[in-house]
């Protein structure tokens, strides 16, 4: 079955850029969405069909993809960005979830 | 107000079952597809079982199929999980999600989740 893989953690600075990947076997075929969960809250979608940013989503957030890799790029990365990041694709007759990445803002 | 709230998460005995609901409401919920989600304590998301907008596809997730039934009722805006055989790995919050896909040329390339309910929690305990 499919599968997609994150790292576990990724760290950044107050302002600086923070990168989160998402891996799986020809990933540009499918398109890939992301997701925001904060601590005791559900998940918001941030990153939809690669790199589209649904209405309310700050324009800090952009996706792309390429090859085997999606990425979540967060510019100027805010405390309130301090959250688990979880990408997500459709393969076939399945939905697809990374494990999840936790974005540490130091 | 748009929102998805769930009901029905409960305490239940191995083996067990257990009937999830959720209530649509502030869209037009015959328009959507519809979802559950899982995740269970300290871990990841989990997808468990999604529906089209007029039941012309139903998916399950390898580890429920045979044990979970998705339906939905377009005339009163609700979604059911109707949950049996329950084991303790079953344990976690259930999200109801309103989705939508993305089709090309005549295939499913996209199923997202725009819109996620706060939760249900399930705990299968003895």
């Known amino acids: 079955s499919y599968e997609v893989t994150q790292p576990p953690s990724v760290s950044v600075s107050p302002g600086q850029t923070a990168s989160i990947s998402c891996s799986g076997d020809?990933?540009?075929?499918?398109?890939a969405c992301w997701y925001q969960q904060k601590p005791g809250q559900s998940p918001v979608l941030v990153i939809y069909?690669?790199?589209k940013r649904p209405s309310g989503i700050p324009e800090r957030f952009s996706g792309s993809n390429s090859g085997n890799t999606a990425t979540l790029t967060i510019s100027g990365t805010q405390a309130m960005d301090e959250a688990d990041y979880y990408c997500?694709?459709?393969?076939?007759?399945?939905?697809?979830f990374g494990g999840g990445t936790k974005l540490t803002v130091l | 107000e748009v929102q998805v709230v769930e009901s029905g998460g409960g305490l239940v005995k191995p083996g067990g079952s257990l009937r999830l609901s959720c209530a649509a409401s502030?869209?037009?919920?015959?328009?959507?597809?519809m979802n559950w989600v899982r995740q269970a304590p300290g871990k990841g998301l989990e997808w468990v079982s999604s529906?089209?907008?007029?039941?012309?596809?139903?998916y399950y997730a390898d580890s429920m199929e045979g044990r979970f039934t998705i339906s939905r009722d377009n005339a009163k805006n609700s979604l059911d999980l109707q949950m049996n055989s329950l084991r303790a790995e079953d344990t976690a919050v259930y999200y109801c999600?309103?989705?939508?896909?993305?089709?090309?040329?005549?295939?499913?390339?996209?199923?997202?989740?725009?819109?996620w309910g706060r939760g249900t929690l399930v705990t299968v305990s003895s």
């Open positions: 997500q694709a459709w393969d076939s007759r399945i939905v697809v």
């Open positions: 069909q690669d790199n």
């Open positions: 529906i089209s907008s007029s039941n012309t596809y139903i």
């Open positions: 999600g309103r989705g939508t896909i993305t089709m090309v040329r005549g295939v499913i390339r996209h199923w997202y989740f725009d819109l």
């Open positions: 020809k990933l540009i075929n499918k398109y």
């Open positions: 502030g869209f037009t919920f015959s328009s959507y597809t």
